[in-house]
């Protein structure tokens, strides 16, 4: 095995150590590089093909994640119990790698190239998201594959006292009110150019705000853009010093050999811009999207037939002459903005289209919101649910549960296309990840609202950025629904325009400016704080002061947006919508749980059967938690009582007259129950209005009503019981019951008592005289009589009769001993 190469250096401002080691593990692949950050550690390769695939038209990068359960000690939790598609955890680490590591090849590299990081160790403490960019950066400055790095990333999260936290752990990134991801290059002049972007508040971050946090601001995000450059350097550093110590123990890095793969050539170009700019000029400003298209194809096709035909300049070129005419549609786009500061649709660069909004556009929904800016139009819809539909998540991140679910769908009838429609791709899901992101600080916790939310957004037409659209479109549908957020979210797509030196920032981009332009920074706030931002650059990178300027541009478009959304619903609806279910909760004692649950089950099962609420049971290790909902609130409030007359049951009254109902029936007396979750004993003697009761079951059933009266309520709270009248007709003969009976009733037929003696003397006579029989009631009726006084005449009845009457009542314990034999 060949010795490993290892360099590490300490993270400044932590007691933290980033280490990068390769030749242990996978000596075959052209570059790898294991990270590691305290016990998170990270195996990321990088390997290239020796040639482009026929007909290549764009360069196929793959970045792939696999997250190996045993890395945290897990098993996984599926049916296989083995590792399946990827989590949503490790699809947004793939494009979370993706996003800087694609800018930096060179133009024209078309070799297929695939990136994977495998998670070794995950300790459950420190993510391994930011690890895996720093680790592809070392392994193709290693690998020989042509890679303009290396690249530094850091994590740093925004603490409560207002400082930024460098490589947080998950506990200080919860405790902030703020993280955020920067990727960056270092520059010749030694500053960092910022490639990759991404944040987002946290979840508790309004509350820490409530209590004195300082609120991020565009001021904080852009001392954060300065802050990061120490440690995205360190990172820069360390790298280049694992290629040099590889360079000195193996020799130089063979650099592989790639032929560049040209859409055009300088020769078609140049005849195509002579040809089509004239034709191109007025195409571009025509600002609807489809007439656009129209137009620029109408251009693309003219340019064809002139050079491609059998007389034309480049005969058989039609693939290079068309994307020739697209390069001169980007430069005629980009000359117009940088020399006369107008867009493709006749706006300055600052300018937003038309915005509109809506709320319940769909009357069955929980919330719903549709909104529209320009020719992008995205709907929202909310679900609310028990807090039972929270989603499990089986990641190697701590956290194993989401309340918060937010999906995105963007079918290609979206652009007026056709394409398979199915399961969600990456981007679907990254999309869907921004507008959680955006929104998630302003949904109130599960202690304040203890529903389960589920948010949907449905692209419906698409020309700009459609997520900042479901950032918005999911605001107005919480608040249609009546969800207690704080304020209203909007967001903002910007661009940008790089040339010679120039920096035009655009405000509210089209698909056609985020396509041809160097920049896709999305921004999403309230009116006095930034929820989310998103940052992907197609060039070596972006001065921090030109984001810092961007970011203030974006301010004023998320204001005038969150004027329209305000004006079309200003503050969250005052109760939930009627079709959505009422939720309660109730906090209970530990020990109070199995009470309220019951026997597998049987007392909250019959609590939903009688009032129709869904009731969910959870504890938080120092409390139980009940939560009840129902369609209609009198069925949630109707279960509350239940439940809260179980855990402190209403105490009776001495002297007061209950009607109650027998719920047991023992030797000495029956238990009956006069308010819920409280019983009291009607002793045997006190059944009879003074004349002697020989069992109890002569004289009462089960489940049958009886009016008492409350004679004494002991320190234990142990309640005792008088009939109001004389059970049995005052001659133990019988008692009513639910049934029907009656005093009238005919009194069952009884054996004579000398059958029944000879029936229990029965064993003796076979003459088995080896057997002894021993009881145990003697003893047990002491026990009885010592705590709860005189038990009244005793039964001449015997033991085993009893016992079998008790059974034909449908239950009691029979309240004598059993019978055991010894020999």
């Given at each position: 095995m060949a010795e490993a190469i290892s360099v590490s250096g300490p993270i400044s401002g932590t007691d933290k150590t980033l280490t990068f080691e390769t030749g242990k593990f996978a000596p075959q692949?052209?570059?790898?590089?294991?990270?590691?950050?305290?016990?998170?550690?990270?195996?990321?390769?990088?390997?290239?093909?020796?040639?482009?695939?026929?007909?290549?038209?764009?360069?196929?990068?793959?970045?792939?994640?696999?997250?190996?359960?045993?890395?945290?000690?897990?098993?996984?939790?599926?049916?296989?119990?083995?590792?399946?598609?990827?989590?949503?955890?490790?699809?947004?680490?793939?494009?979370?790698?993706?996003?800087?590591?694609?800018?930096?090849?060179?133009?024209?590299?078309?070799?297929?190239?695939?990136?994977?990081?495998?998670?070794?160790?995950?300790?459950q403490v420190n993510p391994h998201d930011v690890l895996s960019i720093n680790a592809a950066s070392a392994a193709l400055m290693i690998s020989g594959i042509p890679f303009d790095g290396p690249l530094g990333t850091v994590r740093m999260a925004y603490s409560q006292e207002g400082e930024w936290i460098p490589h947080p752990t998950f506990e200080e990134a919860e405790?902030?009110?703020?993280?955020?991801?920067?990727?960056?290059?270092?520059?010749?002049?030694?500053?960092?150019?910022?490639?990759?972007?991404?944040?987002?508040?946290?979840e508790n971050a309004f509350y820490y705000y409530e209590d004195g946090a300082k609120k991020v601001t565009e001021e904080v995000l852009g001392d954060a853009l300065q802050a990061c450059k120490v440690w995205i350097k360190e990172s820069i550093a360390l790298q280049r010093e694992l290629r040099e110590k590889v360079v000195a123990a193996n020799g130089e890095i063979e650099e592989m050999k790639w032929t560049p793969v040209l859409d055009f050539t300088p020769e078609i170009f140049d005849a195509v811009e002579k040809f089509s700019t004239e034709a191109m000029k007025p195409a571009v400003k025509i600002s609807a999207k489809s007439e656009r298209n129209a137009a620029v194809d109408a251009v693309t096709a003219?340019?064809?037939?002139?050079?491609?035909?059998?007389?034309?300049?480049?005969?058989?070129?039609?693939?290079?002459?068309?994307?020739?005419?697209?390069?001169?549609?980007?430069?005629?786009?980009?000359?117009?903005?940088?020399?006369?500061?107008?867009?493709?649709?006749?706006?300055?660069?600052?300018?937003?289209?038309?915005?509109?909004?809506?709320?319940?556009?769909?009357?069955?929904?929980?919330?719903?919101?549709?909104?529209?800016?320009?020719?992008?139009?995205?709907?929202?819809?909310?679900?609310?649910?028990?807090?039972?539909?929270?989603?499990?998540?089986?990641?190697?991140n701590p956290n194993n549960e989401k309340r918060y679910l937010h999906h995105y769908n963007m079918p290609p009838w979206a652009n007026g296309e056709t394409g398979r429609v199915g399961s969600p791709k990456r981007r679907e899901i990254g999309h869907g990840a921004l507008a959680a992101r955006a929104v998630l600080p302003v949904i109130p916790n599960q202690e304040d609202f203890a529903y389960t939310l589920r948010l949907v957004s449905e692209v419906m037409a698409s020309n700009g950025s459609t997520s900042m659209g479901s950032v918005c479109s999911s605001s107005l549908s919480l608040m249609d629904a009546g969800v207690p957020v704080r304020s209203h979210v909007s967001g903002i797509a910007m661009g940008l325009i790089h040339e010679d030196g120039k920096y035009v920032t655009l405000t509210d981009i089209l698909g056609a400016e985020d396509?041809?332009?160097?920049?896709?920074?999305?921004?999403?706030?309230?009116?006095?704080?930034?929820?989310?931002?998103?940052?992907?650059?197609?060039?070596?990178?972006?001065?921090?002061?030109?984001?810092?300027?961007?970011?203030?541009?974006?301010?004023?478009?998320?204001?005038?947006?969150?004027?329209?959304?305000?004006e079309c619903l200003p503050a969250t609806r005052d109760e939930i919508a009627e079709t959505a279910p009422k939720i309660s909760t109730i906090y209970i004692p530990?020990?109070?749980?199995?009470?309220?649950?019951?026997?597998?089950?049987?007392?909250?099962?019959?609590?939903?059967?009688e009032t129709g609420a869904d009731i969910g049971v959870d504890d938080d290790g120092a409390r139980g938690i009940v939560t009840i909902g129902a369609v209609e609130a009198w069925r949630m409030e109707e279960a509350k009582t239940a439940i809260l007359n179980i855990v402190d049951p209403p105490k009776a009254e001495l002297g007061e007259v209950y009607m109650g109902r027998v719920v047991n029936i023992t030797n000495f007396g029956a238990f009956v129950n006069i308010l819920p979750g409280r019983d009291g004993l009607v002793h045997i003697s006190k059944m009879g209005g003074g004349k002697r009761i020989n069992a109890v079951e002569d004289v009462l059933e089960l489940g049958q009503q009886i009016e008492v009266k409350v004679d004494e309520i002991d320190d234990k709270g142990k309640v005792s019981l008088t009939p109001t009248s004389p059970l049995g007709g005052g001659d133990?003969?019988?008692?009513s019951s639910d049934s029907g009976s009656s005093d009238d009733a005919p009194k069952r037929e009884r054996a004579p008592r000398r059958d029944r003696e000879e029936r229990t003397e029965a064993p003796e006579a076979s003459g088995d005289s080896d057997i002894e029989t021993v009881s145990f009631e003697d003893s047990f009726?002491?026990?009885?009589?010592?705590?709860?006084?005189?038990?009244?005449?005793?039964?001449?009845?015997?033991?085993?009769?009893?016992?079998?009457?008790?059974?034909?009542?449908?239950?009691?314990?029979?309240?004598?001993?059993?019978?055991?034999r010894h020999r």
């Open positions: 692949s052209m570059g790898a590089v294991v990270a590691t950050i305290a016990g998170t550690k990270v195996l990321t390769t990088a390997n290239s093909a020796k040639s482009v695939r026929e007909g290549m038209d764009f360069f196929p990068l793959t970045v792939d994640v696999e997250e190996r359960a045993y890395a945290a000690g897990k098993i996984p939790g599926s049916f296989f119990r083995r590792e399946g598609r990827p989590t949503e955890d490790a699809i947004l680490t793939c494009r979370l790698t993706d996003r800087p590591l694609r800018p930096s090849f060179p133009d024209g590299f078309r070799n297929e190239t695939q990136v994977v990081t495998t998670v070794l160790g995950a300790d405790n902030g009110t703020f993280e955020i991801v920067i990727a960056g290059r270092e520059l010749d002049d030694g500053d960092v150019a910022v490639m990759m972007v991404e944040a987002g508040g946290s003219d340019a064809v037939d002139h050079f491609c035909g059998d007389d034309g300049e480049f005969p058989g070129q039609n693939k290079m002459v068309k994307e020739a005419v697209r390069s001169l549609m980007k430069k005629v786009m980009r000359r117009r903005v940088l020399d006369e500061g107008i867009r493709i649709d006749g706006r300055k660069p600052a300018d937003l289209r038309e915005i509109t909004a809506e709320v319940g556009v769909l009357p069955t929904a929980h919330g719903s919101g549709l909104f529209q800016r320009g020719e992008t139009q995205v709907m929202n819809v909310l679900t609310l649910a028990m807090p039972r539909m929270n989603q499990m998540i089986d990641s190697l396509a041809m332009g160097d920049m896709d920074f999305k921004v999403a706030g309230t009116e006095d704080a930034i929820t989310a931002l998103q940052l992907d650059t197609k060039i070596d990178g972006i001065p921090a002061d030109v984001l810092s300027e961007a970011l203030a541009q974006a301010r004023v478009a998320r204001l005038e947006i969150l004027d329209v959304m305000n530990m020990d109070k749980i199995g009470e309220v649950i019951g026997p597998k089950g049987k007392i909250i099962n019959t609590i939903q059967q133990g003969g019988g008692g009726d002491a026990d009885l009589e010592a705590d709860l006084g005189d038990l009244g005449p005793k039964s001449e009845r015997p033991k085993a009769d009893r016992d079998n009457g008790n059974r034909r009542g449908g239950g009691g314990n029979g309240g004598g001993g059993s019978r055991r």
